[in-house]
């Protein structure tokens, strides 16, 4: 696999004992990770993603970082808002609904 053009991180509430039990995680953050790794493969994008621990900013949640961009998304708790962000990601903008 070559070097992914972009990283995108999603907020799955882990915590230091591996057990998700955080906001994102109850707003249904990791049931959306099976939709975004569809899109990116349908979408052919050369972009990796992971899940993540808390990212401290709970009450905005689910919280979404596209890398090297440095792009902090909020309140990302469907898939309308995955491809709004991903179209974005293809065409090197923000989906400014979602934006931080
Ligand atoms: S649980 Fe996602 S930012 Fe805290």
Redesign the pocket.
């Known amino acids: 696999m070559e070097k992914p053009e972009k990283h995108i991180f999603v ?3 882990y915590r230091v004992t591996g057990a998700p ?6 707003k249904g ?1 990791i049931n959306l990770l099976q939709y975004l790794e569809t899109e990116i493969d349908d979408r052919g994008l050369n972009v990796a993603f992971s899940s ?12 979404l970082i596209v890398q090297p961009d440095n792009v902090w998304y909020g309140n990302v708790d469907s898939e309308k808002a995955i491809d709004e962000i991903l179209d974005a990601v293809e065409n090197n903008k923000t989906a400014d609904t979602y934006v931080l």
């Open positions: 907020c799955a509430s039990q955080g906001v994102c995680h109850k953050s993540t621990g808390c990212l401290k900013m709970c009450d905005k949640g689910p919280i």
